[in-house]
């Protein structure tokens, strides 16, 4: 039989757990009485919601896509997943893995472990950074002239 895990949230208050629902906490350790338990303690994630990722694919990529692709930025056509990887380049940076024999290899930091905070500081940038660099105004989440987000398009990057 596989082994029993509950899961429960609480906050730290002065030292102390206080739970989010007691009841049902207390309840769940009356399945364990008289035995020993295994006891983990971690911070919860906050994780980006599925609007922030539909703003971000349908909103700020989709804007810097249609720019480029309109004014023909790079010569070529370029799709979301492209752009994403540029502005995760140019934002987040790379990572150099040193190999058994001495090379090195780089790859672009995911964005898919940013945080709430982190992943609004991340957009805010190449929000900015597209005005500055191609006087593109994108629009930020809840402004009256926000561009309708294409949830269709902006579901296929969530996941």
């Known amino acids: 039989m596989k082994d029993l895990i509950i899961k ?10 206080v739970m989010d629902n007691k009841e049902l906490f207390q309840w769940d350790l009356e399945n364990f009485e008289g035995k020993t338990i295994e006891l983990v303690i971690k911070g919860i994630k906050n994780t980006r919601s ?33 752009v994403h990887e540029l502005m995760k380049m140019k934002f987040l940076g790379t990572i150099v893995w040193n190999l058994p024999n001495g090379d090195e290899m780089e790859s672009v930091e995911t964005s898919k472990d940013l ?17 500055e660099m191609f006087n593109i105004k994108i629009p930020k989440p809840r402004e009256k002239e926000m561009l309708i987000i294409d949830i269709e398009d902006a579901n296929k990057h969530i996941g």
């Open 50 to 82: 599925i609007l922030m990722n539909s703003y971000y694919w349908g909103v700020v990529i989709k804007a810097l896509v249609d720019y480029f692709n309109s004014e023909q930025t790079f010569n070529r056509k370029v799709n979301a997943d492209e």
């Open 8 to 17: 429960h949230t609480a906050k730290v208050q002065a030292n102390k757990l």
């Open 115 to 131: 945080d709430n905070t982190e992943f609004i500081a991340y957009w805010e940038n190449i929000i900015a950074w597209s005005v």
